[in-house]
């Protein structure tokens, strides 16, 4: 019998047809929009005179420029307003399920999809957003695609793609303390660049991903895109089971048993082959911080910042004009420069996990004065669980600000800007120039290593503040 | 939507050699704003290019007039990051009908394809031969010739080919979208959709 990894089990159940010397016509099960994306796909849409094939495969919310403070009142900035006036006038006018500013379920729709039982495993999901590769976390094909795309999948439920290669990257053991699974795809990103992974579909494996939470394993998915992947995606578990359960658009009953026969089949055969194979051991991976612009530009907090050593031409011009930007010097420890800001929060690390995480470190101390801490759920339903179980009162005697739910800070396409020339330390997923406000210096780290920055002021081994 | 046909472009050629360039500096975030396709080539490098008072930085190579060009020479693993067709739409708005890098990032290759920017990958020392043809002659030619899938220098005649699939290069030449073809398979989707 052919030996299948889980990728092509998926893949292969979703092509519609092949077209000779080209790409697959692709079906999606799936398809996520919000604000920025997608005007233009409608707009698209409305001159070709044509409709949304499959309304109720599509979910909408607006995440990306919302304002994170008074939400109940009309956005402020002009456009913003426009681009959330535009979605809620696209959803009503095809029937699109829209989870608004202010409802129940309103959040970042990576956050939100999963919550609310949408993303389950084998499926394929699709978003005008790279991120989108975060849905893999439930065994799913999840990726981000553009506008043009995105009209496509409105109007057929199809887009044209190239099968890509395959990839398996496996983790084994068991993780020091102070060790998130932030630091696992940081330290990867690391080891393998910010391209390393170009043209692939990786799956992550090992005893070490195997014992992550779901919240741990989209963090580790979300930043596949991060090292060039187009998504990664986990093989579903009892863990993946127990997350969907109960959840709303979840299989129930009869449904349920039949569902996890199916998803009991998705995975990786023995035997079946992968175009690459890495593996890394737990032992190696520590606390990771980035010190440039792209986020293969990581180090253990620990360590130096690189020298230009063996490089040349337009690579170490390149190199020189991120650390330039970040005004950071080659050869330099990165441990106790001064930060300004700390920003929890983004589809990468914007769960409830990642804030009992923040909250049970600051529990008890204050945030440095020279620090500004902002705190930003994922979701709706994050916010409510973080204020039910106390965590928002610690964060704020902590004087962290928390604000409302939304992409926020992480993008900046809001009023959440980082400074020109400050530096933030930063639980989202992207450290280039200008990410998170033009002039910004952006530095990624994992929730624990941002409530140690907040705490100290300063860059912060996370390790040594649990010491004290 | 459609867009204009691509067959064969002579033109001179913009280097730019910074490598990994993501799509956040291509087109910035806070200006992802639009409801509709326009002006998005009045953005592109925004910061790169401007100062925060909005003065053209004289050191940034689309500043400086002694390039030009509808190709863009990109370093490696150019467009990474964010999926935000937007980027493609600035570089096509500003002029360029082609970018050339010895390493694209996925989802911006394929976002050119489906707009009209053809994305043309090279070897690494090609690329370097691009970069020093035009540092030594700005008004050097280069000729993409998509039907024959070459890349050539024209004062010298160093030339290299290129892959795309043959789907993708039909829809290139004829200025075709992808949604033509998947309109057209509305039976066969229904067929598969109700299965599912």
């Not at chain 1, 001064?338 to 983004?346: A, E, P």
Request: aromatic share 8%.
């Amino acid at each position: 019998m052919e030996k299948n990894t889980l990728f092509d089990k998926i893949w292969d159940a979703h092509v519609v047809k092949s077209v000779p010397a080209g790409p697959d016509v692709f079906f999606i099960d799936k398809h996520f929009i919000h604000e920025v994306t997608s005007p233009v796909a409608f707009l698209n849409l409305e001159k070709r005179g044509i409709g949304v094939k499959y309304p109720h495969r599509t979910i909408a919310t607006p995440d990306h420029n919302v304002p994170t403070v008074n939400q109940d009142q009309t956005i402020k900035d002009k456009l913003s307003r426009m681009q959330v006036e535009k979605l809620r006038e696209n959803c009503a006018k095809y029937g699109i399920e829209l989870h608004d500013l202010g409802s129940a379920h309103h959040g970042i729709v990576h956050v939100i999809g999963p919550e609310l039982g949408v993303t389950q495993p084998g499926m394929t999901i699709v978003c005008g957003d790279s991120h989108t590769s975060t849905h893999g976390a439930f065994g799913a094909i999840a990726f981000g695609i553009g506008t043009s795309e995105v009209e496509m999948v409105l109007a057929t439920q199809c887009i044209m793609q190239s099968k890509p290669k395959k990839m398996r990257i496996s983790v084994e053991g068991a993780l020091g303390k102070g060790v998130t699974s932030k630091d696992i795809i940081l330290y990867i990103i690391s080891k393998i660049s910010a391209a390393g992974a170009t043209g692939y579909f990786v799956e992550y494996a090992g005893s070490t991903i195997r014992s992550l939470s779901m919240e741990a394993r989209m963090t580790i998915c979300n930043m596949s895109i991060e090292m060039g992947a187009r998504g990664g995606l986990i093989a579903p578990d009892q863990t993946t089971y127990d997350f969907l359960k109960g959840k709303q658009y979840a299989p129930a009953g009869d449904d349920w048993e039949k569902a996890v026969a199916y998803w009991n089949t998705l995975r990786t055969d023995d035997g079946a082959v992968f175009d690459q194979e890495l593996t890394f051991d737990a032992v190696d991976i520590e606390p990771m911080i980035t010190y440039g612009t792209n986020p293969g530009m990581g180090i253990k907090v620990v360590d130096n910042i690189p020298t230009t050593e063996g490089m040349e031409g337009s690579n170490k011009t390149s190199y020189l004009k991120s650390l330039d930007y970040m005004g950071f010097a080659p050869g330099e420890p990165i441990l106790g420069k001064s930060v300004d800001y700390v920003f929890v929060g983004s589809c990468t690390n914007g769960r409830i996990e990642d804030i009992r995480a923040v909250a049970q470190f600051v529990k008890g101390h204050k945030k440095a004065d020279s620090i500004t801490a902002w705190i930003v759920p994922g979701s709706r339903e994050v916010e409510k669980q973080a204020q039910a179980e106390g965590l928002v009162a610690i964060l704020e005697e902590a004087g962290f600000e928390l604000r409302q739910p939304g992409c926020s800070a992480c993008l900046a396409m809001n009023d959440d800007k980082i400074p020109a020339g400050k530096y933030a330390v930063s639980t989202s997923n992207r450290n280039f120039e200008g990410r998170q406000g033009p002039g910004a210096r952006t530095l990624l780290a994992s929730p624990l290593t941002v409530a140690a920055v907040a705490i100290t002021g300063r860059i912060t081994d996370p390790r040594e503040v649990f010491q004290n | 939507m459609a867009y204009d046909k691509f067959t064969i472009l002579q033109s001179t050629a913009v280097p730019l050699s910074t490598e990994n360039v993501d799509t956040d500096q291509i087109i910035p975030a806070r200006f992802l704003k639009a409801t509709e396709r326009e002006g998005f080539g009045d953005n592109l490098f925004r910061d790169w290019r401007y100062d925060s008072a909005g003065t053209p930085k004289a050191d940034f190579v689309l500043n400086d007039s002694t390039y030009s060009g509808k190709i863009l020479v990109a370093g490696k693993n150019f467009g990474c990051g964010s999926s935000r067709e937007h980027a493609v739409w600035a570089l096509y708005d500003y002029g360029f009908r082609c970018v050339v890098s010895s390493f694209f990032a996925d989802i911006f290759k394929n976002n050119c394809l489906n707009i009209g920017v053809l994305p043309v990958t090279v070897a690494p020392a090609f690329a370097d031969k691009l970069f020093a043809a035009i540092a030594a002659d700005p008004l050097t030619e280069v000729e993409i010739n998509l039907p024959q899938q070459m890349i050539t220098l024209l004062a010298t005649g160093d030339a290299e080919s290129f892959d795309i699939n043959e789907y993708k290069k039909d829809n290139m030449q004829h200025g075709f979208d992808d949604i033509d073809y998947l309109i057209n398979m509305a039976t066969e989707i229904e067929g598969f959709e109700a299965n599912r």
